[in-house]
């Protein structure tokens, strides 16, 4: 750690129980605060919603010991409202997607571009140095990746980072908010309708055009299936056959 | 009442279809038992979608990986093709080494942008092209998979970049709109069609009545200076450690298999992970949660070398998403022959032991030079 204490960020949204619909702290955020506060350092979490949500103060709980509060109303752009509060931290950490709403995990893209800063996103581990910070990326199938990437920058946690964030009561009685001003922001309509979830999505698929007799061809006449059968040759010839296939389709590197 | 019942003889005449199905047509008359073989039904190409010049796009953006999209980018091309009208045109962007062909899905156009394999992280580089080809083409849509393997994070980045109505993890999608899960799949919401959509796995059916024209186009792609990002490279990941789910190649056996360790050794020379079948596991030749298939893991690797595995529907259950499927076993009629690439019809030990005499001395694992 470099003698000046970094200065870091956590954004918070608001979770939902799953279960009993109930407000509580955002799972993936509370990822974000518990790798922040690993790494030390000055540790804000700056939320932007409704000021009088009492689930806020489980942030306290979990490890955050203050909480810059922007008030907004339902439905307003988070990501303009968080950046008026975000100018002169080194990092900013936050969840990959919030589980109260919309959850696209558009708002640390949103924040980066409009602060000009790099993102990392799918983290799950950092490293700071002075000027950059490394850090370690999970990618599919149980790949890592390391990215060195310069300060000050935005970071998306990956939602299964190996961090277990932990309660203490104590710690929720002694947070504190600091309420800021409203941002003057012209209320927008939300495209989106929303409605109780059916069953199952339905796919999209092309208008079905064909004559009867093409579609009763069809439903009679199984798709062909199978590949290709050795059953010709030495084993010697059938192993080369299934290390030509590999390499033919560059599954390993030969 | 016994005569009352109108008897079928069993060995009416039949034909056997190019798919290898028999089928009984009433009215033909022949000998009884006697297989007719149809010739195999020519395939006729697909119409071409689009009609004459095109004055509109839609855009997909993916990556390629081994020189092959996913299901799931492929699904986002047909979604866009389906979009389309018949003056519509659909490009694709495809970074990375591409060699199949996407014409299939609905491609008119595919753009080859050379960035190395997906595997260098760049993406102010990658963003740039994007945003470059958003501008030379003007879509009417952009349409991406929202994949973990990086397209979903170049939708975030290209989607903030531009500033365009965006919709993500898209469930369901027509021409008059979109849905999208919301708290955590309580709700769904949905709107009119976005210029943006990062679709969810499984939103579009792949079977198109239409082919793209799949004309081919490779363009340079300078790098990007003064890059905030730099890529210091993957720690090697040994897929023995891996879970079953999140390993790309699998060594699998069954019942077929009595030498465990040649079965480890090829593994390990594979850099696989290890798959059992329930018979294997049940004789404790491997542990629990090492069984593939209905009530074990279901795994969505790239290879799958099944080994002395017959194939129960239970097994073929497990392994539905899999790329591509190697199968050695001695019976040539087991079902995992019609699931399989490539079966290969010896003994399983014999092979074993020829493919790690040929392989010997060298190591597929990233990072160890043979």
């Known amino acids: 750690m470099t003698a000046t204490a970094r200065r870091i960020a956590v954004l918070a949204a608001l979770g939902r129980n799953p279960v009993s619909g109930k407000a509580r702290p955002n799972r993936d955020d509370l990822l974000a605060l518990e790798l922040a506060r690993q790494l030390g350092g000055d540790l804000t979490l700056i939320h932007a919603g409704n000021p009088d949500e009492a689930a806020l103060g489980d942030y306290f709980a979990y490890g955050a010991s203050s909480l810059d509060l922007v008030p907004l109303a339902d439905g307003g752009d988070v990501a303009s409202a968080l950046v008026t509060r975000l100018a002169g931290y080194d990092l900013i950490l936050a969840g990959s997607r919030a589980e109260g709403g919309e959850g696209s995990g558009l708002v640390p893209y949103l924040v980066a571009e409009t602060l000009g800063l790099p993102i990392v996103a799918d983290v799950i581990a950092i490293t700071l140095g002075d000027e950059a910070t490394e850090v370690t990326q999970a990618l599919a199938k149980g790949q890592r990746r390391r990215v060195r990437v310069t300060l000050p920058a935005v970071i998306a946690v ?72 050795i059953a010709a040759g030495t084993p010697a010839d059938k192993a080369q056959a299934i290390l030509a296939y590999l390499r033919l389709h560059k599954l390993i590197d030969w | 009442m016994s005569e009352a019942l109108k008897r079928i003889n069993p060995r009416r005449p039949f034909q056997v279809t190019a798919e290898g199905l028999k089928r009984i047509v009433l009215g033909v008359a022949g000998e009884a038992g006697a297989s007719v073989h149809v010739a195999h039904r020519d395939a006729t190409p697909k119409p071409l979608r689009l009609r004459g010049e095109p004055t509109g796009q839609h855009l997909v953006i993916a990556h390629a990986d081994r020189g092959a999209l996913t299901a799931h980018a492929h699904e986002a091309i047909a979604a866009a093709a389906l979009l389309a009208d018949a003056a519509t045109a659909v ?104 210029r943006m959509l990062l679709l969810d796995p499984g939103t ?16 340079e792609v300078p790098p990007f200076p003064d890059s905030r990002y730099r890529d210091l490279g993957s720690p090697p990941v040994d897929s023995a450690q891996l ?128």
Do not use: C
């Open chain 2, 204 to 219: 579009t059916d792949l079977a198109l009545p239409f082919s793209g024209a799949g004309e081919r186009v490779e363009i």
């Open chain 2, 243 to 370: 879970g079953l789910e999140d390993a790309d190649f699998i060594v699998s056996a069954g019942n077929g298999v009595a030498d465990v360790p040649t079965l480890l050794a090829l593994a390990k020379t594979f850099d696989a992970a290890i798959g059992a079948s329930r018979v294997a596991v049940d004789d404790g030749r491997f542990a629990r949660h090492q069984q593939v298939g209905a009530t074990g893991k279901t795994v969505s690797a790239s290879v799958y070398m099944a080994i002395g595995i017959s194939g129960a529907v239970q097994h073929l259950q497990g392994i539905r998403a899999v790329r591509h499927v190697i199968a050695i076993n001695t019976d040539a009629s087991a079902p995992i022959a019609q699931r399989a690439d490539l079966t290969i019809v010896d003994d399983a030990q014999a092979v074993m032991e020829q493919l790690l005499e040929a392989t010997r001395g060298r190591n597929f694992a990233p990072g160890v030079t043979p």
């Open chain 1, 158 to 229: 990956y939602p299964k980072a190996l961090v277990t964030p932990r309660y203490a009561y104590a710690r929720r009685l002694a947070g504190r908010v600091t309420t800021y001003v409203a941002p003057a922001m012209e209320p927008v309509a939300s495209p989106w309708h929303r409605e109780a979830a059916k069953k199952r999505p339905v796919k999209f698929r092309a208008a079905e055009t064909k004559s009867g007799h093409a579609r009763m061809l069809s439903a009679i006449v199984a798709e062909a299936r199978g590949g290709a059968v």
């Open chain 2, 91 to 194: 490009t694709v962007l495809v970074f990375g080494d591409l060699s199949e062909k996407l014409a299939p899905f609905g491609a008119d156009r595919v753009i080859v942008a050379a960035v190395g394999d997906g595997a260098h992280f760049d993406p102010d580089r990658e963003l740039a092209v994007a945003a470059e080809q958003v501008a030379r083409l003007a879509p009417r849509h952009i349409v991406m998979p929202d994949s973990a393997i990086g397209d979903g994070d170049l939708g975030r980045r290209l989607a903030a970049r531009l500033g365009v109505s965006v919709a993500t993890h898209v469930v369901e999608l027509a021409p008059t709109g979109v849905a999208a899960s919301w708290r955590g799949g309580a709700e769904m919401a949905r709107r009119d069609l976005p």
